[in-house]
């Protein structure tokens, strides 16, 4: 399990991390959310040892990462950069990589490669961005690492390569337990596949919570009246966003899904219906009770 506690780091006078306080269980699929400049790839470094705290800590089962040699062989940092030795090929990253990962299995690196369609006898500096972030993400999950650290992975890959990268880490969180956290500033590339999310805002955790927690006693609803209905009709709902347009309106309320479509078919509609909650609209109704407009953060 990751744990950070009162972790900071400053560069001079910039605070890119403060305080931050976070726990990762093993086996999750933990998604930092966060604008640019919020500290998300500070935080990922510190996560991976190539940055120290400057206060507090940051360990995996209790122990510090920096300068930890045996520790760093249980992670694999996937950077938003890619940083390959000059003039390399995939084959030569693959053979430096398995120096240091000794469960590294490299007849799973040949059939992504060839599955990708890359060529892991040309040069890298020869890739474009997108194919530079295969190549990191094939070593990454054929170093049988315990964790992944993913920043902004996703950005750059064709939306058939990010669903096949998406796959690939699903396939080994529940085949051997891999625990991947992936940083992004987009909630629409984390909701399919984060059961738990971050909030990462000016250097601190502003908000982290179970997925499914948060959906539970949230719902949304699309209803239809022949007439438009009074603010009072509402009384009793425990509204968190209502919109009107002529005569639909769109509702995100709590209460249990029985509740709610009981109260609305008393009111009579034409037409209701329920509908699935997207990690933005979760994200946008959590913090605006908290008192923050995540849009603004995000966006």
């Known amino acids: 399990m990751i744990t950070a506690t009162n972790a900071t780091k400053r560069f001079e006078d910039i605070t890119a991390v403060d305080h931050i306080c ?10 930092l959310i966060g604008s640019n400049g919020a500290g998300k790839s500070t935080f990922l470094r510190m996560l991976a040892g190539i940055l120290q705290p400057d206060e507090g800590t940051v360990q995996i089962d209790g ?24 003039n390399s090929t995939p084959k030569e990253m693959k053979n430096y990589y398995k120096r ?10 040949r059939k992504l490669m060839n599955g990708f369609g890359l060529d892991e006898n040309r040069k890298l500096r020869t890739f474009s961005k ?15 690492t315990d964790y992944l650290f993913c920043d902004e992975t996703f950005d750059g890959l064709d939306p058939v390569v990010r669903q096949t990268v998406k796959s690939l880490f699903a396939e080994d969180v529940a085949d051997r337990g891999l625990t991947p956290i992936i940083a992004s500033h987009n909630l ?30 949230m719902y949304k609803m699309q209803c239809i009246f022949p007439n438009p209905l ?22 995100t309320a709590r209460g249990s899904r029985e509740e709610l479509l009981a109260r609305v078919n008393a009111l009579n509609p034409t037409f209701c219906e329920m509908l699935p909650l997207t990690l933005e609209e979760i994200f946008i109704n959590e913090t605006e009770v908290a008192g923050y407009d995540v849009k603004k953060l995000l966006f």
């Open 188 to 217: 629409r590339e984390l909701e399919d596949i984060c059961d738990h999310v971050g909030l990462l805002h000016r250097g601190g955790i502003l908000f982290s919570r179970d997925l499914d927690d948060m959906k539970l006693g």
């Open 63 to 86: 122990e510090d990462i920096f300068e930890n040699i045996a520790m760093k062989e249980r992670f694999f940092f996937i950077s938003d950069e890619q940083f390959f030795f000059p």
């Open 230 to 251: 009074p603010d009072s009709a509402w009384e009793g709902f425990d509204i968190l966003h209502k919109e009107q347009r002529g005569s639909l309106y769109t509702i």
């Open 22 to 31: 976070a726990e990762v269980k093993d086996g999750s699929v933990y998604g």
């Open 130 to 144: 997108g194919m530079k972030k295969q190549v990191s993400v094939i070593c990454g999950v054929c170093s049988g």
């Open 100 to 109: 240091f990962y000794s469960k590294f299995d490299e007849a799973r690196y």
